[in-house]
């Protein structure tokens, strides 16, 4: 069975820019999540969906959103992006109630 | 609110000696528990869960972990630590709606 896969791996953007990543979750898992990890914040939710509802957010602001489709593959986009922005994005996958499996994620850098 | 405490920000290790990971959470139910494993440049790998049951957990290679409702702990072991067993690790506990928050991470270092 194929894990969680993030893409891009890598990617460079300017201040301002706009940037969209993309999950599949492990096929069957209906939750999709979504993390930044920083060095200097660590490991911190960004929000939650399942069944294409966002069940629950963190504390991001709004220029930080996702979906989620019919498929359970995922989306976040961060707007107007800033230098603090620049983290690794990671996405995990779960069967309701149960494990939380992660991506290999995705490293933004804004410059 | 949920939270977790990881009190050590970085061991280090003999090849072959034993290792202990100390976690602490702080949670209102009764908690989900879990231990993941990150190498540099990498995701997030499941090493073990506690949900209920059994407090001591096994989980890949080679780890266990204790939970321990009292004391308000899950930590990690490792009877014998292998080079390759270096890596950063992360507590998290696990709240409604697959919300996790995580400790600050232990960086194990394994010294030939």
């Known amino acids: 069975k194929a894990g969680v896969t993030q893409t891009p791996r890598y990617l460079i953007k300017t201040r301002g820019q706009q940037v969209t990543l993309s999950c599949s979750p492990i096929s069957g898992h209906r939750s999709v999540s979504w993390y930044q990890q920083t060095p200097g914040q660590g490991l911190q939710f960004l929000f939650e969906y399942f069944s294409e509802t966002q069940r629950n957010k963190g504390n991001f602001p709004g220029r930080f959103s996702g979906r989620q489709f019919s498929n359970s593959r995922s989306e976040m986009n961060v707007s107007t992006l800033e230098l603090g922005d620049s983290a690794l994005y990671l996405c995990?996958?779960?069967?309701?109630?149960?494990?939380?499996?992660f991506g290999e994620g995705s490293w933004l850098t804004v410059v | 609110a949920q939270s977790v405490t990881q009190p050590d920000i970085h061991i280090t290790v003999s090849e072959g000696a034993s290792l202990e990971l100390r976690c602490n959470y702080s949670y209102g139910a009764t908690p989900y528990l879990f231990w993941y494993v990150q190498s540099p440049g990498q995701g997030l790998q499941l090493l073990l869960k506690y949900f209920s049951g059994d407090t001591l957990v096994q989980g890949i290679k080679g780890f266990e972990a204790e939970f321990k409702r009292s004391q308000s702990s899950f930590n990690l072991r490792k009877p014998s630590v292998h080079w390759s067993d270096a890596a950063e690790y992360f507590c998290a506990v696990g709240g409604g709606f697959n919300k996790l928050s995580f400790g600050a991470g232990t960086t194990v270092t394994v010294r030939a």
């Open positions: 995990a996958s779960s069967p309701e109630g149960n494990t939380i499996y």
